[in-house]
Structure formats: structure tokens, C-alpha cells
Nanobody, 127 residues
Framework: HVQLVESGGASVQAGETPRLSCAASKSVYDRNCLGWFRQAPGKEREGVATIYTGTGGVKTYADSVKGRFTVSQDNAKLTLYLQMNSLKPEDTAMYYC????????????????????WGQGTQVTVS
């Protein structure tokens, strides 16, 4: 069964440090490019952090989260994580996990149009 399942979303106070998880089926995790995206009410979905899950683990971060969010992987658990630090109210959004297979010729893309499999999302609300 091909799937991505996000979890870990919550209503938190600014400054809290939640961690989002994205559990993937084996066939999905074997795709080499996974990423986190978010969509706030009334706004377009935007890339947050992406990673090639093969050797090297090249990552890309949106400028808005650099230094605050960290994307990581657990190959044994087939899970992608997003550690969120120094949260701000403007980080409030539905957070999605996505995947695609890509030749690793450039850094993993942040554009949502580059990804073709999506999870259902998990809500993060920061107050």
C-alpha cells in the first residue's frame, strides 16, 4: 500500500519544540526525495524542508525556517521527521509530507509541483 502518514501536529505555544513525523510505506520511502510542506489558511502550499534519503542526505530549507527547523530521517523506521524549534505564530499551518523520485543532480527541490505523492497533513497551530 503506497502511503505517507503524518503525525505530531498540535496546538503549541510560541517557543515550544514539537517534532512532526511522516511514516512511509517501503515503496514510498525508497523514493529518494522526501519533503515537508505547509499551507496556511488563504495561502499557497510552500516547501519547508526537503531531503535526499540516500547516502549524503542532502537537504534544502526554506529561508523562513533555516536555523529553526531540522529535517531528518530514520531509514530503519521508514520515517521522516521535522524538528521545529523557535516556533512563531506565522508557522501555523497544515504540514504535509511528500515524496518523489529524482535524479540527484541538484539539491532536493522545494517546489510542491516537483512532488507527486502526498500525505493527508497534520495541523500545527502556534499561539
Amino acid at each position: 500500500h503506497v502511503q505517507l502518514v503524518e503525525s505530531g501536529g498540535a496546538s503549541v505555544q510560541a517557543g515550544e519544540t514539537p517534532r512532526l513525523s511522516c511514516a512511509a510505506s517501503k515503496s514510498v520511502y525508497d523514493r529518494n526525495c522526501l519533503g515537508w510542506f505547509r499551507q496556511a489558511p488563504g495561502k499557497e502550499r510552500e516547501g519547508v524542508a526537503t531531503i535526499y534519503t540516500g547516502t549524503g542526505g542532502v537537504k534544502t530549507y526554506a529561508d523562513s525556517v533555516k536555523g529553526r527547523f531540522t529535517v531528518s530521517q530514520d531509514n530503519a523506521k521508514l520515517t521522516l521527521y521535522l524538528q521545529m524549534n523557535s516556533l512563531k505564530p506565522e508557522d501555523t499551518a497544515m504540514y504535509y509530507c511528500a515524496s518523489v523520485w529524482k535524479y540527484e543532480l541538484t539539491t532536493p527541490p522545494l517546489a510542491q509541483s516537483s512532488y507527486n505523492l502526498w500525505g493527508q497533513g497534520t495541523q500545527v497551530t502556534v499561539s
